[in-house]
């Protein structure tokens, strides 16, 4: 990973946004699949949504994966204001491009300073599995956090009280049990699963998820073969009766714009909950089972459900996981089209 030392502050436009790949790839997304693409033309970049890195059992829709792909682009932006680099985002309404944002340097976009103070915290966050400090998240932080989502004109709701965690917990429970029932499911979560020495730039580790190296070994045999769904399940629920914050992150529709700014919103707030000492965590199940989402749209009153968080301050670190270089996410548009033509062929 290049250094801040590194940006060509005297470079072409081109070579500055290629800079700020390297940031943009930090996202989180669904299992570390990293679903983005950067194809580079004269002087601009445009975002592109990875399908060949897809969940089709767990995401057949790609949801998660444009979510992701709006993160990345939020760290971008995030870096872009940090070096001063003023950026005009052009943004595809159409549901089936693959092309999501267009991303060019312009003087007459103005800098975006507020962004710039969370730039520190995008090597830092991490998604943290472990338990959090009972109590840790109050009102007025849930406030804030709220303001931040609307400001991407996404709603977030949060829950402290016991009735709330409670039903949101069952919630859970019942779709890790559905989903892990499913042979489809679990081979293809086993597939992103690695042991903790792998030398793979994709994908989850076992220390992510809390194994140890012997139980890292075997957990994608595990996974692959066995409906281990009960635990899973009993585990989860207590993780979210416990969470001192719970939090629905919904939209008021459920198109490539919307998730793009979800995931915008997403990557907003964990990097202001890092700048903030807290910890997040992903309970995304029951917005994964078409079923659960609706009822769980109906439990809190939102229109569409996109993302469940976890949120607290936490009690042990959490390491990071690899990425993909920006190197191997970024193409020139030369080359791309080559590739769309071989697939036509
Ligand atoms: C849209 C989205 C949904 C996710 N859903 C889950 C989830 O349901 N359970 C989970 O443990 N992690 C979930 N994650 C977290 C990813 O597994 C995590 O971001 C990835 O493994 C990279 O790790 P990092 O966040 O520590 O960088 C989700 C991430 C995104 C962006």
Same mark, same amino acid.
Do not use: E, I, S, Y
């Given at each position: 990973m290049p250094t801040e030392a590194d940006f060509p502050a005297n470079g072409s436009d081109l070579e500055k946004l290629r800079f700020l790949v390297n940031y943009a790839v930090l996202a989180p997304s669904s299992h570390n699949s990293q679903p983005w693409l950067f194809i580079t033309h004269d002087n601009r970049i445009s975002l592109h949504a990875? @399908?060949? @890195?897809?969940?089709?059992?767990?995401d057949p829709h790609d949801r998660e994966l444009v979510i992701s792909c709006g993160s990345a682009l939020f760290n971008l932006r995030v870096a872009a204001a940090h070096f001063g680099v003023p950026l005009s985002i052009e943004r595809n309404p159409d549901d089936h491009e693959d092309r999501l944002v267009n991303i060019a340097i312009d003087p007459k976009a103005g800098s975006h300073d507020t962004l710039a103070a969370l730039f520190e915290a995008i090597p830092r966050r991490v998604t943290n599995r472990f338990p959090y400090q009972p109590g840790s998240v109050s009102a007025a932080d849930l406030h804030a956090f709220a303001e931040l989502c609307a400001s991407h004109a996404v709603s977030l709701r949060g829950y402290s009280d016991d009735a709330s965690r409670h039903a949101i917990a069952e919630r859970v429970a019942e779709a890790d049990k559905q989903q892990l029932a499913s042979d489809a499911f679990r081979r293809e979560l086993a597939g992103w699963l690695h042991h903790n020495r792998t030398g793979s730039l994709d994908g989850m580790p076992g220390y992510a998820l809390g194994f140890g190296d012997l139980m890292s070994l075997v957990a994608p045999l595990v996974v692959r073969t066995f409906d281990i769904g009960e635990g899973v399940a009993a585990r989860d629920r207590d993780l979210a009766e416990h969470s001192p914050a719970l939090c629905v992150l919904s939209t008021s529709a459920d198109h490539h714009d919307d998730w793009i700014r979800t995931g915008e919103a997403l990557q907003h707030l964990l990097l202001e909950a890092t700048r903030r000492g807290f910890a997040a965590s992903f309970l995304n199940q029951p917005v994964e089972v078409d079923r659960l989402r609706l009822d769980l749209a109906q439990h809190v009153g939102a229109r569409f459900p996109q993302v469940l968080l976890r949120l607290g301050k936490p009690t042990r670190e959490a390491k990071a996981t690899a990425r993909r270089p920006a190197d191997a996410v970024t193409i020139d548009a030369g080359l791309h089209e080559n590739y769309r033509a071989f697939q036509g062929f």
């Open positions: 990875d @399908r060949t @890195r897809g969940l089709p059992v767990a």
